[in-house]
């Protein structure tokens, strides 16, 4: 034993710096690791603990619609019995708010929240001028807002806004308050008024979208019980009810999830790594070759010997993992600095640091990985025979039983590591399947280019010969350099093209003439007065539709496939029905509409039909002759499918519905009118239009698609760049590995240059074959990870994103032609001494 | 101590077979100093391979302290060499990554001897490189490292000490240094010492000479 840790120490010693390159890869990825899971740690610390200011209550009692009088009832009778200490009121919807002053032609949605005394229960609302909040400086008409109400509207706190049909007082700009989502995705700023002030807005009227919520205190024991009895009564009712202990389960559940995916990210960092220390171990027992052969021959075991660079592997992993630690440690002490000292988010609340369990986990996974992966090449040590001091003989690698044993508890091994990072085995078998097939592809790839390129090394340029024959001399790295540098690339090249897919198909959504504003809201007896607004070539806007919407909910099924006979059958068997459907009645097929079973009618009717969007009707397994049964408002309506319909949705902005009614049954129904119109041009004028448009139907909610995209290409934007961020570290894993990779062979170039010297090359030459050798190699790297990056893009566009695929070529010419560039520079300048060296020197130690 | 039964050995060059050692059977008792000699080729340093279990015979049995060591295990073999057998190889073949005194070290260690340090120094003062110890071998000239080599085939005190042209890679004033520590060695610890050579001034010292040639033996001369 005392050998074995005597010898592991000087071999340590000896060879720490050529193999540092390849532990400075593991550290990256358990950097990775250790940071993202103790952010995603500390984050859901502080909103964990924070469950019950989200939802203001102890318990959450939420209805999209007017509260029926039984419900209350029930509700009532039910927190007395739970003895419920304390109850507050909230309304919330997204409204416009515009500045009262006339002068000022601008509006913007907001979403509304209406409170009462007792808000909130639990959390507090912070101001930014540092006063206290209190009910009162919402009283009478006054309102909080978001700073960015201020900013855009052009108004000051002082000024008024109005809000609906009423009048609003600035009285304070809102620096924080419970409840509100982090990151969450907001149709606009939050604006707070009093609970008893929303009847004189008139936002209530009908198909309003409003929330209304009931948030209560109830002791701790009653609180399980409560929901439970709730949920249970209300269950017909268009009425949800959560504690904050599902809120925290589901927050929970959440955070469990992005800590799990996200830390595979460093895990496949550190796979990488490990790639790249089982590369290098194999070329490191290449040239330890006689050093262990003279082991043996002095009386070392092939177990001793073994255990030796095992024990290596061990100290060299641990180190790359502490060092990873460490970085994770810079990296997440960064934090609150990046988020800026005035920041009001969740996030600034949080206390930044390694969490114990994160950093054991990455400094575990670091080791493992190093050792796994080392162990396989290392059962080589067997094979050296301590005869071969006296006589040079061949010495092929050579595969047993014991080497194909260990491969396979190894691969067990590592899919039960990604098992245990993911907290799933299905997700640990599909990651490493994943990576073993895309490894094998890039394998594949690297050889098939090796091989197309073979015939370059008849090539007349000298450098460009010998450049060509080092990709494939014994011992080459090109393999190893061409996985990492390949996955980077892929990785970049593959989530900028589909970026750039998925703007150049934004535009191409809001560019023609379809439509880019909504109208929301709109009642029955403005519907006229809406229309001749919108005619009105004054005000700017293009063409128009007005299109009769309902709520609507399937109550029951009575078809081929299946008998569902309540609200609860439906949700437990046909849950992709179970949510509440926004339906419309028209005489037409849309254009982006085509009928696949079934024929559509072209006329009114007095039976009620309806047509069924293809892809919910293959889900729910409906066909042309069933019936369905809809509750629209409380009213109970059972059309039978005359058709089934494909609609194109990327095309429905005119119009995407599930359900379409045959005009006739539902005319005279309540309904409200939706809008989707061409708005003016410029940016001025839509504001003004949008203004203009509130100022007449104070109640009607205007969606400028602008804005929205606008929101959606700054998350685009975000991903994008936290993406590229882990693509950039992949790459650069891929570049320590290739500087390892130089250093690792540079014995053998250092000979050969020497030998290339001897015999009349120049400086200038030897530095040619390495620019020509490291420009093929980072070329041909480019063009597998583009290649990658082609059929990713393929991929995502045509099955998850279902937009037309695109090759981006100034991305994948850029990517190849930038990872070229990377490797050569790279590769050069590790390998400078090379030219430096003086041939006498290296010839004589040879 | 040393006996060789009808040991033979052929290895394939190319397709071909080439036999590098005839069928041959050899006596070396305790305590002698035998020197092997013979051009290059003639199977000299394949002789010595096989009584050091570094090679397999192709045909039979090489017994060693009256152990069959043709059918020991791989790591029985090491053992057996760290602890009866010492060798001193024409390249020094030192390990480049230790200094001098860790590449004597290394023998012990294995064996678990106690106090490997100070009986490391003592050999290394024995060879004459006291104040060389810290050095490693890319450090030390020729001479200096075949007395390393020398120190660490020592260092378990084996009763048999192997060396392949021990002198063949050094220049004459550096190889009489080398021969006369092996005299030494042999009169002073009783070290039974086979000496491969192609240098008859060297094989003269020795107590017996076997003369190879094309894989035969030709000549025994006690």
């Known amino acids: 034993m005392m050998f074995v840790l005597r010898m592991a120490g000087r071999e340590t010693r000896a060879s720490w710096r050529r193999l540092l390159f390849f532990f400075v890869c593991i550290a990256v990825g358990v950097a990775a690791i250790v940071a993202l899971r103790s952010v995603i740690q500390s984050v859901r610390a502080v909103i964990g603990g924070e469950a019950r200011s989200l939802i203001a209550g102890d318990v959450l009692i939420a209805s999209n619609r007017d509260w029926p009088e039984s419900a209350r009832a029930v509700i009532d009778r039910r927190l007395a019995e739970a003895g419920a200490t304390a109850r507050t009121e909230t309304v919330e919807t997204p409204t416009m708010v515009r500045p009262a002053d006339p002068a000022k032609r601008v509006a913007k949605m907001a979403e509304l929240r209406a409170v009462q005394g007792g808000f909130p229960l639990y959390g507090a609302i912070t101001l930014q001028s540092g006063q206290a909040y209190s009910h009162a400086l919402v009283e009478n008409h006054g309102a909080l807002v978001r700073p960015e109400v201020l900013t855009v509207l052009g108004v000051n706190v002082g000024d008024q806004i109005a809000i609906g049909q009423a009048a609003f007082t600035i009285r304070g700009v809102i620096a924080a308050e419970p409840g509100r989502r982090v990151g969450g995705f907001g149709l606009g700023p939050r604006v707070l008024i009093d609970f008893a002030d929303v009847p004189s807005t008139g936002l209530l009227g009908f198909g309003s979208r409003a929330d209304r919520r009931l948030h209560v205190q109830v002791p701790d024991e009653h609180v399980d019980s409560l929901v439970t009895t709730l949920r249970r009564e209300l269950r017909d009712e268009f009425i949800t009810t959560r504690s904050y202990r599902s809120t925290e389960d589901q927050i929970g559940r959440d955070f469990d999830r992005a800590e799990n995916y996200l830390s595979l990210v460093g895990l496949v960092i550190v796979i990488l790594g490990g790639i790249a220390v089982s590369s290098v171990t194999r070329v490191f027992i290449l040239q330890k070759i006689r050093s262990i052969a003279v082991l043996k021959c002095v009386g070392a075991r092939n177990a001793q010997i073994i255990a030796v660079y095992v024990l290596q592997v061990v100290a060299l992993g641990l180190a790359g993992s502490l060092l990873g630690v460490a970085i994770a440690r810079a990296a997440v002490a960064a934090i609150p600095f990046a988020l800026g000292p005035s920041s009001t988010s969740l996030l600034a609340q949080a206390r930044y640091g390694i969490t114990l369990s994160a950093a054991a986990q990455g400094i575990a996974i670091g080791v493992l990985i190093s050792v796994l992966f080392a162990v396989v090449p290392l059962l080589q040590v067997r094979f050296i025979k301590p005869s071969l001091l006296l006589r040079d003989e061949g010495r092929g690698r050579r595969r047993d039983w014991l080497s194909i044993a260990t491969g396979v508890v190894v691969a067990a091994a590592l899919v039960a590591i990604t098992a245990w990072q993911a907290s799933s085995l299905r997700i640990g078998l599909v990651v490493c399947a994943g990576f073993c097939g895309l490894a094998v592809v890039l394998h594949l790839a690297g050889r098939g280019l090796v091989a197309v390129l073979a015939p370059l090394a008849q090539a007349r340029s000298f450098p460009l010969r010998h450049a060509v024959l080092h990709l494939s001399r014994p011992g080459n790295q090109t393999r190893v350099v061409l996985l990492a540098v390949g996955l980077g690339a892929f990785f970049i090249v593959g989530i900028r093209s589909l970026q750039a897919s998925l703007l150049d198909e934004f535009s191409v959504q809001t560019s023609a003439d379809s439509p880019d504003m909504f109208l929301l809201d709109v009642q029955r007896g403005q519907r006229d007065a809406v229309a001749a607004f919108l005619s009105d070539s004054s005000h700017g806007s293009g063409e128009f539709r007005l299109i009769p919407v309902m709520r609507a909910r399937v109550a029951g099924v009575s078809g081929r496939e299946a008998t569902l006979n309540d609200v609860e059958d439906v949700r437990q068997r046909r849950p992709s029905l179970g949510r509440e459907f926004t339906i419309t009645y028209r005489d037409h097929l849309e254009s982006n509409e085509r009928v696949v079973d079934g024929a559509f009618w072209s006329s009114p009717a007095t039976e009620p039909e309806v047509s069924v969007e293809s892809g919910i009707a293959a889900r729910a397994h409906l066909h042309v002759g069933d019936t369905i049964r809809f509750d629209i408002l409380g009213r109970s309506i059972s059309p039978r499918i005359t058709s089934i319909r494909d609609v194109e949705w990327r095309e429905s902005r005119n119009g995407g519905f599930v359900f379409v009614f045959r005009p006739g049954p539902l005319d005279q129904a309540p309904q409200t009118f939706v809008a989707p119109l061409r708005g003016p041009r410029d940016p001025a004028s839509r504001g003004r239009f949008q203004h203009d448009l509130v100022e007449r139907f104070p109640n009607v909610s205007v969606i400028d698609f602008h804005e929205v995209l606008e929101t959606i290409r700054d998350v685009m934007r975000k991903v994008t760049l936290a993406i590229t961020v882990v693509g950039g570290l992949v790459l650069f894993s891929g570049a320590l590995i290739l500087i390892g990779a130089v250093a690792m062979t540079k014995f053998q170039r250092v000979y050969e240059a020497a030998v290339f010297k001897t015999l009349g090359a120049n400086t200038r030459t030897i530095g040619r074959m390495l620019l020509f050798e490291y420009g093929v190699l980072g070329t041909v790297a480019g063009v597998i990870g583009s290649a990658g990056a082609v059929v990713l893009t393929w991929g995502v566009s045509k099955y998850a994103l279902e937009i037309p695929w695109k090759i981006p070529a100034g991305e994948h010419l850029a990517g190849v032609v930038l990872t070229a560039v990377l490797v050569a520079v790279i590769g050069v300048a590790a390998s400078l001494d090379v030219l430096r060296h003086k041939p006498l020197a290296t010839l004589r130690a040879e | ?222």
Do not use: C, W
Not at chain 2, 111 to 139: C, F
Not at chain 2, 156 to 169: S, Y
């Open chain 2, 1 to 222: 101590m040393i006996e060789l039964r009808e040991v033979s050995k052929t290895v394939m060059s190319g397709s071909e077979p080439l036999t590098i050692l005839h069928p041959l059977t050899l006596e070396i008792p305790r305590g002698q100093f035998v020197a092997v000699v013979g051009p290059s080729g003639s199977g000299k340093s394949t002789l010595l391979g096989l009584i050091a279990g570094l090679d397999e015979p192709t045909s039979g049995d090489v017994l060693v302290g009256g152990v069959t060591i043709t059918r020991l295990s791989e790591d029985a073999l090491a053992k057996l060499r760290g602890e009866k057998i010492g060798f001193v190889f024409q390249f020094f073949h030192l390990i480049p990554s230790l200094t001098a005194y860790e590449n004597v070290s290394v023998p012990m260690e294995i064996a678990g001897a106690p106090d490997p340090r100070s009986r490391a120094q003592a050999l290394l003062d024995e060879v004459g490189l006291t104040g060389r110890a810290h050095h490693y071998p890319s450090q030390l000239s020729g001479g200096e490292q075949q007395r390393v080599a020398l120190a660490r085939a020592l260092a378990n005190d084996p009763p048999i000490l192997l060396a392949d042209e021990p002198t063949g890679n050094l220049d004459s004033s550096n190889g009489r240094h080398i021969l006369e520590l092996l005299q030494n060695i042999h009169r002073a610890r009783g070290t039974t010492i086979v000496l491969v050579t192609h240098d008859a001034d060297l094989a003269a010292v020795a107590d017996a000479r076997l003369v190879l040639r094309d894989g035969r033996v030709v000549e025994r001369i006690a």
